[in-house]
């Protein structure tokens, strides 16, 4: 055999052995099969979730204004009280000793007015007799002005002994006061939640720089509400008045209606030691109400409470699942290359990021099924419900969403043929 003869044995054995190759690569890269759901019109309700804690609405700390030993505790931890119900009794005997010593002042006190105002009396009298022998020259201008200026100092004295009275009026008022301190009464009507102090035991006033001693706690638990932490992404979406509803550890069969009432403007923990980004999640508190009594409730009990922060109604909706990002070609305006027709879409995405080519830039998007085809279109959304986001532009009540599987989606090029998976026949 002629070398020219080889040459042309081996060409054709190779294009044929290259056309086998092309065959096999085919039937092994099969078209992929997509999970579809049709854009609909959806009732969405979007939420925020926190965790916390119960506390009541309104809670008392009892502390004691006089410092002494109780003598008498009249309440145990968990004892309901109404307003004015005897609590504490600190020791009396020494405020009413002090009660006692200010009557006593006092009394001397008015006793040295009413001499002052005798005094005063005789210095008038003697200033009469003297002014009228005055006049008849029968006496001398001194022992007159003498006269005068004792009744000026009687008048003084009554003066200063009145004063005495008010003063010694005015701390008798206060020592009777700090008398009635000693006996502690409800405030309100409630629960004694906490009790820190037993009887024989000596109570510490507060001063500037420190506590005084808190005797008891009392909590309305009438109205309880719910504090919990929303993270900083979340809580911008948060407003007093939005409902929630609020679900106790405690009771994990209910769920309670519950209305915002406060929401934090600075970190919880803010300060020195204010979280950041790098090192923790920074949160803010949110205090929800409840709006219905909640039996058996204490405070400190662990509870979730989820925020209805937007709804729509009727709004066109896509599953979440189906969001991605995608890097696509632009032009100048920055409208995609190839529009809403797959195939120019397919032929764009296959040409370099030239200049010429347009800019590939990362949107927000979705995969719907046109043609047979996986084009992808870039979606504006609007409020995230529980399982899909509203969509504000994008795509058309009935356009076929691809929703699954995840590992076809993540690998899916835009223009792609895909086959639509049938749904299993509900039973």
């Known amino acids: 055999m002629s070398a020219k003869k080889l040459l042309i044995g081996l060409l054709i054995a190779g294009v044929a052995g290259a056309g086998i190759a092309a065959n096999v690569w085919w039937r092994e890269a099969p078209t992929p099969e997509v999970q579809v759901e049709a854009a609909a019109l959806r009732d969405l309700t979007a939420t925020v979730s926190g965790s916390g804690s119960i506390r009541p609405a309104r809670e008392v700390d009892i502390s004691s204004n006089v410092m002494g030993r109780v003598t008498r505790l009249a309440v145990e931890e968990g004892a309901v009280v109404e307003a004015g119900d005897m609590l504490v009794e600190v020791d009396p005997q020494r405020l009413q000793s002090t009660v006692d010593q200010m009557q006593a002042s006092l009394q001397s006190a008015r006793t040295q007015v009413d001499q002052a105002q005798q005094e005063l009396e005789y210095a008038r009298e003697v200033l009469d007799r003297r002014e009228g022998l005055y006049r008849q020259d029968l006496l001398s201008r001194e022992l007159y002005e003498q006269a005068l200026q004792d009744v000026q100092r009687a008048e003084r004295t009554v003066e200063m002994r009145d004063q005495d009275v008010l003063r010694l009026q005015a701390q008798l008022a206060q020592s009777r006061y700090d008398l009635t301190q000693v006996t502690i009464d409800a405030p309100m009507a409630g629960i004694i939640t906490k009790l820190n102090i037993e009887e024989g035991e000596n109570v510490v006033t507060g001063t500037m720089n420190n506590a005084g001693t808190v005797l008891l706690t009392i909590a309305d638990l009438s109205v309880v509400e719910a504090e919990i932490q929303v993270d900083e992404t979340d809580v911008v979406h948060v407003e007093v008045g939005q409902p929630a509803t609020v679900r106790i550890d405690a009771f994990p069969d209910a769920g309670f209606q519950a209305v915002v009432t406060e929401v934090g403007k600075s970190p919880i923990g803010s300060g020195s030691a204010a979280p950041t980004a790098a090192n923790q ?73 030239a200049d010429d080519a347009g800019e590939r830039v990362e949107m927000e998007g979705a995969f719907v099924v046109r043609e047979r085809r996986a084009l992808f279109l870039p979606i504006e959304i609007g409020i995230a419900g529980e399982r899909h986001f509203e969509v504000l532009e994008g795509v058309k009540e009935g356009d076929l969403i691809i929703t699954g599987p995840f590992e076809v989606i993540r690998t899916l090029v835009d223009g792609e043929r895909v086959e639509v998976q049938e749904r299993p026949a509900s039973r």
């Open 281 to 353: 999640a920074i949160n803010f508190k949110v205090v929800v109400r409840l709006t219905e009594t909640v039996p058996g409730a204490r405070p400190g009990l662990s509870a979730t409470a989820d925020i209805v922060t937007a709804t729509r109604e009727k709004a066109l909706a896509v599953p979440i699942q189906a969001l991605i990002l995608r890097e696509v070609q632009v032009d100048e305006k920055g409208e995609i290359i190839g529009g809403d027709d797959p195939l120019a879409r397919a032929d764009a995405a296959a040409l370099p990021a």
